[in-house]
Structures are given as structure tokens and as C-alpha cells.
């Protein structure tokens, strides 16, 4: 296992298009989070998975925006009616929650580009 | 929103020790303080972490005061590879929420 792995690296479609990104945790991970990050801006927080349940979801996470984890392993996060803000770099992260301290890992993130 | 406080930025020399100081006084009991950087167009890496206790790894040594309302990550011998934006977030089994971060620049 390498890691968290996310897929595409890069997407760059036309504004209204629908996108779908996957994200592939670290096998054994129970916990999966989504984040969203701007140029000079830290990750924002979208939404969490514990297994295949979506504990928390941010208020950015609007209507067009829907994740899923439904097994318990990888996840997608979709994009519907893309504009030109959704242009950003999208983060999936992992951990093994259940112990007392675990760190998360991060994937290399899914680069979308709306034009 | 982000639950830390972090400077906006900080430079060090190369070869000198590089502190990072955050506040985090809204921190309960059982959140530990974590520590990721990231590095120009990569995810996040992880640092160290640690609940009460000073910590040290083969990274970094974290400095956590004793009412745990701040810390300081400290790099001994900061690299140019050490550029990069630090995070500090305190969690414990819930949601992970970043904020701006300090942008440290290594100089030569």
C-alpha cells in the first residue's frame, strides 16, 4: 500500500459540467476526510466519513456538491453544475480512528480547473 | 473555521533552529495538538503530535505549554528543504479543520 491515492491529478472542464473525483485511502483507514484548497489558503474542511457513514458535512459542501463512501473504503466526491469558483484543489485525507492517537495522510489532491 | 492561531509567516537561517509558535486556548482535555506541513503543490505531511507531554521525533520536537493553550514546533536544524507552510490543528475523533497556516522560509 503507497498511500492515499486520488484520482484524476488533474481535471479542467467547461463551467456546468459535472465532475467525479476518487479518492482511494490507506487500506486499514476507517476515517476519510474531503478537503478544498485555494491558492495561499489552508485546507478547508468539506466532509467526513467514519466507514461509510458521512458524520459531518460543511457548509460549503452545497447542493452541488455530494460525497460517498459507500463501503467503507474509497470514496468520490462529485461536482455537479461546475462554475469557475469550484476551481481548486481537492484533498482526501486518512486515518485509523480507534486508537488513542493516529495521524492522517493526505493524498496529492485532484487539481480541478472550471473554464 | 479554524480553531488556532498561527503568524502569518516567519523566516530562518539555513542550519539554525526554526520555532513555530501556535495558540490553541480553545483546546479541550482529550484533543491532542498536531502538527503537518506542506510543501509547494503537495497534500499535507505529518510532523508530530502530542497531548500534554513535549514530544520528539526524527522531525521535529513539540513544545506543549502546561494549560495546553499553546505550543511550539521546533525544527533544530532547519534545512532549505524545510520551506513550507506548518499547520497546527488540535482534534480528537471528529472533524480536522485547518487554518492559514505560517509560511516558513528557510534562507541560505
Known amino acids: 500500500d503507497t498511500g492515499v491515492s486520488q484520482n484524476p491529478r488533474h481535471k479542467i472542464t467547461k463551467r456546468g459540467q459535472n465532475v467525479t473525483f476518487r479518492c482511494d485511502p490507506i487500506?486499514?483507514?476507517?476515517?476519510l476526510y474531503w478537503y478544498r484548497q485555494t491558492l495561499g489558503q489552508g485546507p478547508e474542511f468539506l466532509t467526513y466519513?467514519?466507514?461509510?457513514?458521512?458524520?459531518?458535512k460543511s457548509r460549503l459542501l452545497s447542493d452541488r456538491f455530494s460525497a460517498e463512501r459507500p463501503k467503507g473504503s474509497f470514496s468520490t466526491l462529485e461536482i455537479q453544475r461546475t462554475e469557475q469558483g469550484d476551481s481548486a484543489m481537492y484533498l482526501c485525507a486518512s486515518s485509523l480512528i480507534g486508537f488513542e492517537d493516529t495521524e492522517a495522510f493526505f493524498g496529492q489532491g485532484t487539481r480541478l480547473t472550471v473554464v | 473555521d479554524a480553531k488556532t492561531t498561527q503568524p502569518p509567516s516567519m523566516d530562518c537561517a539555513e542550519g539554525r533552529a526554526a520555532n513555530l509558535p501556535c495558540n490553541h486556548s480553545?483546546?479541550?482535555?482529550?484533543?491532542?495538538v498536531y502538527w503537518y506541513r506542506q510543501i509547494h503543490s503537495q497534500g499535507p505531511q505529518y510532523i508530530i503530535h502530542?497531548?500534554?507531554n513535549n514530544e520528539t521525533n526524527e522531525m521535529a520536537s513539540l513544545i506543549i505549554t502546561e494549560d495546553r493553550k499553546s505550543s511550539t514546533l521546533i525544527l533544530p536544524h532547519a534545512t532549505l528543504r524545510d520551506t513550507a507552510v506548518y499547520y497546527c490543528?488540535?482534534?480528537?475523533?471528529?472533524?480536522?479543520?485547518f487554518g492559514a497556516g505560517t509560511r516558513l522560509t528557510v534562507k541560505p
Open positions: 466519513f467514519q466507514n461509510e457513514a458521512q458524520l459531518e
Open positions: 502530542g497531548l500534554k
Open positions: 490543528i488540535h482534534y480528537n475523533n471528529n472533524d480536522m479543520r
Open positions: 487500506s486499514e483507514h476507517n476515517r
Open positions: 480553545t483546546i479541550s482535555g482529550n484533543e491532542y
